[in-house]
Structure formats: C-alpha cells, structure tokens
C-alpha cells in the first residue's frame, strides 16, 4: 500500500497566486482530513469528507481556502488567492470507515507565499 | 472546557534508557485515548490506543498507562532508540470524528 499521497510536496509562490494542493487517500478509507501545522497554531483540522461529501469545514479559515472531493480517490484544497500568512504545512489525512482516531497521514505539501 | 495538558513540552532521554511521556486530560467521558507520533519532516503517525476500561495496553516497546483517577495518560517506551525521536501527541476527541491535537511533548533521544 502507498498510503496517503500528496503533491506537491513543496510549493513556493507568490502572494496573490492561486495554490491547489493535491491527496489520494488510501484505498478503501471513506474519512479525509486536510490539516495545516504551524509552529505556532501546531495541527488545525481545516475539512473533514465523509464518503467525499463535505461534513465539517468550520476550520477553513477564510473564503480563500477550498476543499473539493470529486471521487473517492481524489481531494484538492485551494487557496485563492494565497497570502504570506498561509505559509505552513499542509496535511492530508484518511481513514477506514468507523475508525476515525487511527488516520494515516500523508507527508505534507510546504507551502512557502513570499 | 477541554484541554489537553502536557506536563513536558520537552523531553531529553540517552539511548537505550526507558522514555516516559505524560499528557493529563480532563474529559472524563471519553472511550479511548490514543497516542501519535511525528518524526522530523513527517506526517503524524498513530501509535497505539487505549479503551477507558483498561488501565494498561502494551504494543511493540509502548505501554500506555491510564489512571482514571487522577486523569493522566502516559506513554512508556522501553530501551528509546533514536528513532523514537518525535513529537508526541495524545489528541483529545472532540466530537465523532475530529482530534484536536495540541502541540505535542518533544522526545530527543541522546546517542
């Protein structure tokens, strides 16, 4: 199994641009998280899909940021337009129907906005 | 409200000692509590949990260790490696799906 996949792993781009980050969840897991960690808010939860419906997006900060799940198989989150502030890492997470406390988490997209 | 406490934000321990790692809690009424991992450059990993009706739970080098009474987790690791260096965390449930997860106790493992 690959486990959670995301790209790009790294991205660095300007204030003002539009970033689209990119997760494959693990086959079979019906749960996905997206996450940003800072060092000074530590891991926020920003959306959580279930069965790629939208079930809680109260942690999106801002009307910027985006969430989409198209298939079980694909998610995106988008931030339009991208500000410094947004600067931090940004994880995907998946897990198996009923056992949301044990997720697997991809290895992060860092997110550079000069 | 909720919190999540960590006694020790920062841990030092010298390979092959035992590690112990702390987190005090204060919902009393939830079912399990489980522990992470995240190495350096690496997304959190789940480690091993804990039903509330056991007091001790022992996988691979971890034991976890709840006292119900006094609300404290810990997390033992026997024989710490380097790469047991990470950042800890003991994520609060909130709700049916979500963790909070808290900043996390940072273990650094002296060769």
């Known amino acids: 199994d690959a486990g959670v996949i995301q790209s790009p792993r790294h991205e660095v781009t300007e204030m003002g641009q539009e970033v689209t980050l990119r997760c494959k969840p693990i086959s079979g897991h019906n749960s996905l998280f997206w996450y940003r960690q800072t060092m000074m808010r530590g891991l926020e939860l920003l959306i959580y899909f279930n069965n790629n419906v939208p079930i809680d997006d109260s942690g999106m900060p801002e009307d910027r940021f985006s969430a989409k799940m198209p298939n079980a198989s694909f998610s995106t989150l988008k931030i339009q337009p991208s500000e410094p502030r947004d600067s931090a890492v940004y994880f995907c997470?998946?897990?198996?129907?009923?056992?949301?406390?044990?997720?697997?988490f991809g290895p992060g997209t860092r997110l550079t906005v000069l | 409200g909720e919190s999540v406490g960590l006694h020790l934000p920062t841990l030092s321990v010298q390979e092959g000692d035992n590690s112990i790692i702390n987190c005090a809690y204060s919902n009393s009424a939830s079912d399990y509590f489980i522990w992470y991992k995240q190495e350096s450059g690496k997304g959190p990993q789940f480690i091993i949990d804990i039903r509330s009706n056991m007091d001790k739970r022992q996988g691979q080098r971890v034991t976890v260790l709840l006292n119900k009474t006094v609300k404290h987790l810990s997390l033992q690791i026997a024989a710490t490696q380097p790469g047991d260096s990470a950042v800890y965390f003991c994520?609060?449930?909130?709700?049916?799906?979500?963790?909070?997860f808290g900043k996390g106790t940072k273990l650094s493992v002296i060769p």
């Open positions: 994520p609060r449930r909130a709700g049916s799906y979500q963790l909070t």
């Open positions: 997470a998946s897990s198996l129907p009923g056992l949301y406390y044990e997720q697997f």
